[in-house]
């Protein structure tokens, strides 16, 4: 470890490391597999990089989204660390010049995405490489109890078969028990080492608002964070850009991201976000995985998240920084009606449709409970908070302030008067 420290102090400028990361690093090193759930801006991303560093052969890094890749292989390369990002259709020259680095050995981390890695003859050159780790990121996805479900990610159980004696490392920021039990199984795991950090990101305030009115309530919203940065998610693509033109008109610095903008659209509006010249960002769930911006002081939702799971992970990335930062979700009843339709509709497997509607009754129960939300979303994720109120979400400040206007937004009160919503968390048949 005296080795691993040294690379953080030379490499990211560091002298200790975050909580959780030294122990998850101990047991990559050692040549076990690791299931590693750590919260969003927590630092997943050192738990294998270090290692790959300390082996002597190829870390291959499994991420779902392009950019996400190239942005983390361009971000190592520029401390140092050779890196490469194998894209979906990389030039001729480029893809030789990966395969030169990956022969000679001076490339010590390949990024590649899930749909390539499972292709026969990506895989059969894989087994002509000294693989010394493997790490594969958002693993929620492997799960069909997950939040963001991927089928290709399923095929990647033949990493194990292929590569027997190569640690595994599985990591996320958000997951249940249940999608960490199938984490396991799928991935083929032998014996894993799990390390499940705490889902609290104390510095987060959390409060649901009435979704009547929901322009009115979100311009009184951005008065307080006016010049902060922050983000704003949409329920459509037709809404971040109405959103983003009649914020501009009213004199805020935003603009909408969503995949429908051609890609050098959507790279503007990141890089100037990331790099503060850019305020708002109004955007469907297109923008977040890997958006890595310490300091968003707010996160604000328009419409109902499907799941705990992509609720936290989209609030999580405000207050990386560690100061305070505020979440608000915009709640109707009927936007909950709505995607249960769409629900119905788009998902044809009877377990997954069953699955999926649990976890929208849960993000439900979150937003009609007159209990802490803190300790209802800590819950979810099967961690017990050993306060009965947090004094920083809206339902513990009503019962505190008994004027109720300490944060100048109505609390929803739902039809739940006892208590939190029953919680509903998926059952195998």
Same mark, same amino acid.
């Given at each position: ?81 050779? +890196?490469?990002?194998? =894209?979906? !259709? $990389?030039?001729? @020259? ?6 030169? &680095? #990956? ?66 490392? +599985?990591?996320?920021? =958000?997951? !249940? $028990?249940?999608? @960490? ?6 991935? &083929? #795991? ?84 990331? &790099? ?154």
């Amino acid at each position: 470890m005296n080795a691993a420290r040294d690379f953080l102090k030379t490499y990211w400028g560091h002298t200790r490391f975050r909580p959780g990361q030294e122990k998850i690093i101990r047991s990559v090193i050692s040549g076990k597999d690791t299931l590693a759930v750590i919260a969003t801006g927590g630092g997943k991303s050192i738990c294998y990089q270090i290692p790959a560093l300390l082996a002597d052969g190829l870390t291959v890094v499994v991420s779902p989204l392009l950019s996400l890749m190239k942005d983390q292989a361009d971000d190592l390369n520029a401390r140092g660390i050779p +890196a490469a990002s194998w =894209s979906g !259709a $990389p030039g001729n @020259r480029e893809r030789a010049e990966i395969r030169t &680095g #990956l022969c000679d050995g001076s490339i010590r981390l390949l990024f590649v995405s899930p749909e390539r890695c499972t292709m026969p003859d990506f895989a059969e050159m894989l087994g002509t490489l000294p693989v010394r780790l493997i790490a594969i990121d958002e693993a929620h996805c492997i799960s069909e109890w997950g939040h963001d479900f991927r089928p290709e990610y399923r095929r990647l159980s033949f990493l194990k078969k292929k590569f027997p004696k190569v640690p595994v490392i +599985a990591l996320t920021a =958000s997951a !249940a $028990p249940e999608v @960490r039990r199938d984490i396991r199984e799928q991935l &083929g #795991l032998v014996s894993p080492k799990e390390f499940i950090g705490s889902f609290d990101r104390k510095n987060l305030s959390y409060r649901v608002v009435p979704g009547k009115n929901p322009r009115i309530r979100l311009l009184n919203a951005l008065v307080r964070h006016r010049d902060e940065p922050g983000i704003i998610y949409c329920g459509s693509r037709k809404e971040t850009e109405e959103l983003a033109a009649d914020l501009r008109k009213r004199g805020y610095d935003a603009e909408a991201y969503h995949a429908g903008l051609p890609r050098r659209v959507r790279d503007t509006v990141q890089d100037r976000f990331l &790099g503060g010249g850019l305020t708002i960002v109004c955007a469907t769930i297109a923008f977040g995985m890997g958006i890595n911006k310490p300091d968003v002081r707010y996160v604000i939702h328009m419409t109902l998240p499907k799941s705990p799971e992509a609720y936290y992970q989209e609030t999580g990335r405000a207050g990386r920084d560690g100061r305070p930062a505020e979440c608000i979700l915009f709640y109707s009843p009927s936007d909950a009606a709505r995607i249960r339709g769409l629900l119905s509709a788009g998902i044809p497997h009877e377990r997954r449709l069953r699955a999926a509607r649990e976890k929208l009754d849960a993000m439900i129960g979150f937003c009609e409970t007159r209990s802490c939300r803190r300790r209802y979303l800590l819950s979810y994720f099967g961690e017990e908070y050993p306060k009965e109120s947090c004094g920083s979400c809206d339902t513990c400040e009503s019962r505190e302030k008994t004027d109720g206007s300490s944060t100048g937004l109505m609390s929803f009160t739902g039809t739940y008067s006892s208590g939190a919503r029953p919680r509903y968390l998926p059952v195998r048949s």
